[in-house]
């Protein structure tokens, strides 16, 4: 019965070390006899006992490694305090087991001497403007011997570039009479705008005034000139009814009368007036021959206009 017993524990132990189940984004590497032998896979792996180890234990996830902060020398010899952050991801198992002691610290270390090399090509605005060009040549300096390591280099993010206090102070005067700058430049930006609409506008103001003038002189003329026509027309109008009625029986006794009328009112006229004299013909019949006189002219011009 014990002999059983012992050979229970024993095919537990046996199969206990013959079945390993490796999780999933993992790989696990397995040595034969202290031999690198296969990388074992996601599921269910079988070993031999006491012939087989699993030796190396790996995630394929993507890592994000934090490059500790170091001090670099920029081209113009200006120390900057620079810390990033580093993502990889092991793709080859073995080389990650064998092609390096340590490949997490070789990356690390990879990663603060690249940036150094990166950040000494370049002067202190640079590498304030240029970050992801300093990401990208850190990345291709790491991935091309993290290849041996069997690691990825995905991608490197600078978190902090911190210059010196003096540089600090130095760059906040020079931002703060930019902007003063800009601020003097929008002002007299804003003050030429300002006269050039002003001087637009007396412009404009100034022709619409002058055209309104001329349309107003231009109105008044052809109103003149319509006035003009209009009483030339009635007087012509007036005339012709004035010729057309002396020509007619009695035209020139009515005539006579109009003329006496028109004497006899302007001798009432005068005789109203009081700082005007008056001189009374002696002959009262020069009235008369004054009519005779304009009779003839009526006659005469009647005469002129109708020759038959």
């Known amino acids: 019965m014990e002999i059983a017993v012992v050979i229970l524990v024993i095919a537990v132990i046996f199969i206990w070390q013959s079945i390993k189940f490796v999780p999933q984004q993992n790989a696990w590497v397995r040595e034969r006899l202290g031999k690198y032998h296969s990388t074992m896979t996601p599921g269910p792996n079988f070993l031999i006992p006491f012939i087989d180890r699993v030796a190396y234990k790996h995630s394929l996830k993507e890592i994000p490694l934090d490059v500790p902060s170091q001090i670099c020398i920029t081209r113009d010899n200006t120390q900057l305090q620079v810390d990033g952050i580093l993502y990889f991801q092991v793709t080859d198992p073995m080389r990650a087991s064998y092609g390096s002691s340590n490949y997490i610290v070789a990356v690390t270390q990879l990663a603060q001497t690249s940036l150094r090399s990166v950040i000494g090509k370049l002067e202190l605005d640079k590498t304030f403007e240029e970050r992801d060009i300093i990401n990208a040549q850190v990345v291709a300096a790491i991935d091309e011997a993290a290849l041996n390591w069997g690691v990825k280099v995905l991608r490197y993010e600078i978190k902090d570039l911190t210059p010196p206090a003096e540089i600090l102070r130095a760059m906040q005067a020079q931002i703060t009479a930019e902007r003063e700058k800009r601020a003097l430049i929008a002002a007299s930006e804003g003050r030429r705008q300002e006269q050039i609409n002003i001087a637009t506008g007396e412009r404009e103001a100034y022709i619409a005034r002058s055209e309104g003038e001329k349309q107003a002189a231009i109105n008044n003329a052809q109103g003149e000139a319509a006035s003009i026509t209009a009483v030339a027309e009635a007087t012509a109008l007036a005339i012709e009814r004035i010729a057309a009625a002396i020509r007619q029986p009695g ?51 009647r005469s002129g206009s109708n020759p038959g």
């Open 251 to 301: 035209g020139d006794q009515a005539v006579q009368l109009k003329v006496a009328e028109r004497a006899v009112d302007a001798y009432s006229k005068v005789a109203a007036d009081a700082k005007t004299t008056l001189i009374v013909p002696s002959n009262m019949t020069d009235t008369a021959g004054l009519i005779a006189s304009a009779m003839q002219m009526v006659r005469a011009g």
